[in-house]
């Protein structure tokens, strides 16, 4: 069984240029996760779907970032103009039930900010 | 406000050197405790779920355990691939997923 896909896997740009996340999860799983992680520090969740529905946005810093789930499979996670502070890894994450905290994440997507 | 902390931040053992590391957490209404395993480059990986206070999992070298303030995740007799980023997460109400920063373990043959 293929597991959560992300891409791209690195991503260098310079400040204030737009960049785009891409995330497949596991087929048949209705919950998508996209979550944050700064060196040394735990993941934080960004923005949680069930199906197309984003149920849990209130960590998504919306001025400059936006999500989307269309059809309820892949989801793709804009940042839009980046900033210095946004260099970090972004993880998505899928589960086959809503509420289930065991998480079956992608290896990440890097990115650094110039 | 949901926390979680761990401790040690990193723990260097030499094989076969048992040990434990600390999750200790203050949440509104428990409803599960995780433990995570990350690699260098890569998403967590799923290693555990406890539900309450007494509970105990068992994988291999890793026996996780929970009290009502805090988690142990056993090792023992560690062998050089054990070694990762243990990471330890709890849910409360919303269903949302609060990670600590997690132990660094380095385990040198």
């Known amino acids: 069984e293929a597991g959560v896909v992300q891409s791209p896997r690195y991503k260098i740009i310079e400040k204030k240029q737009p960049v785009a996340f891409w995330c497949n999860p596991i087929?048949?799983?209705?919950?998508l996760y996209w979550y944050l992680q700064n060196l040394g520090q735990g993941p934080e969740l960004l923005i949680r779907?069930?199906?197309?529905?984003?149920?849990?946005d209130s960590q998504l810093p919306k001025d400059r970032f936006s999500a989307e789930r269309l059809k309820g499979v892949d989801s793709t996670l804009k940042i839009q103009p980046a900033e210095l502070g946004d260099s970090a890894v972004y993880l998505c994450?899928?589960?086959?039930?809503?509420?289930?905290?065991?998480?079956?994440f992608g290896e990440g997507s890097r990115l650094t900010v110039l | 406000e949901d926390q979680v902390t761990q401790s040690p931040e990193a723990l260097r053992l030499q094989e076969g050197e048992s040990s434990s590391l600390n999750c200790s957490y203050t949440?509104?209404?428990?409803?599960?405790l995780f433990w995570y395993r990350q690699d260098p480059g890569k998403g967590p990986e799923f290693l555990f779920t406890?539900?309450?206070a007494g509970e105990e999992k068992e994988k291999e070298r890793l026996k996780a355990t929970l009290t009502k303030k805090e988690s142990f995740l056993h090792i023992t007799a560690p062998k050089p691939e054990d070694s990762a980023t243990y990471l330890c997460?709890?849910?409360?109400?919303?269903?949302?997923?609060?990670f600590g920063a997690g132990t660094i373990l380095r385990v040198k043959s």
């Open positions: 087929s048949g799983h209705n919950t």
């Open positions: 949440v509104s209404g428990l409803r599960g």
């Open positions: 994450a899928s589960s086959p039930t809503s509420g289930s905290g065991e998480l079956f």
């Open positions: 997460a709890v849910q409360a109400g919303g269903n949302k997923l609060v």
């Open positions: 779907y069930e199906n197309e529905e984003a149920v849990d």
């Open positions: 406890l539900y309450s």
